[in-house]
């Protein structure tokens, strides 16, 4: 299923075709890198909220969720629940603050609403990350809780999530 947007980017579930793309993607614009496998497992898995952006014929961003079993993190009392986590979404440079990143947390989160009947999104980002932070804020997430040197670097994350 394809989506056709009014600036310039189409959004499209991602397939096993486009695994090499978005990880030249990922290498050009994280820190963290994954193995091939890696990918392909959460493409078989999770496919229905694995997005992709094109714009001029080429893939210009990506989001890579994966669906888990585990306590809330937005209730107050201990309730096991169905949660997407982000596991990696970027836009490669160019083609940023043109919508693309919210669009594809969009379809992503949607999907683990509607496919998988998860409860909440949670995800972790650099606390130096101000456009990510912005982004998620702008989608409606909160801060939950900082992790301490959680990134190989030894910069402390946020764990941000939002109810769906
Ligand atoms: N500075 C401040 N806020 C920013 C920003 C920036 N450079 N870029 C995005 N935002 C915030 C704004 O609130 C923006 O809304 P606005 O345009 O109305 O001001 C909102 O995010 C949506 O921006 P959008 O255009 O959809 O984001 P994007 O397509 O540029 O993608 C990222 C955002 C984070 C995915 C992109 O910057 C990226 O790929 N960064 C490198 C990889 C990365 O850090 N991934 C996240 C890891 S947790």
Do not use: C
């Amino acid at each position: 299923m394809e989506t056709k947007l009014e600036k310039g980017y189409t959004l499209r579930r991602a397939t096993k075709e486009d695994i090499s793309q978005i990880i030249n993607i990922n290498i050009q614009t994280l820190p963290e890198h994954y193995p091939y496998i890696f990918y392909l497992d959460h493409l078989e898995n999770y496919n229905k909220a694995f997005y992709v952006a094109e714009a001029d014929g080429q893939i210009v961003g990506y989001i890579m969720p994966r669906i888990e079993w585990g306590l809330s993190l937005l209730r107050s009392f201990p309730k096991f629940v169905r949660k997407g986590h982000v596991v990696s979404i970027a836009v490669l440079e160019p083609f940023r603050k043109r919508g693309i990143g919210k669009s594809l947390m969009e379809k992503s989160m949607n999907s683990m609403k509607e496919d998988f009947k998860a409860e909440e999104v949670y995800l972790e980002v650099r606390i130096s990350n101000e456009p990510a932070i912005n982004l998620y804020k702008k989608l409606g997430f909160s801060i939950i809780k900082t992790l301490s040197y959680y990134y190989a670097d030894g910069e402390d994350a946020y764990v941000m999530a939002k109810r769906l």
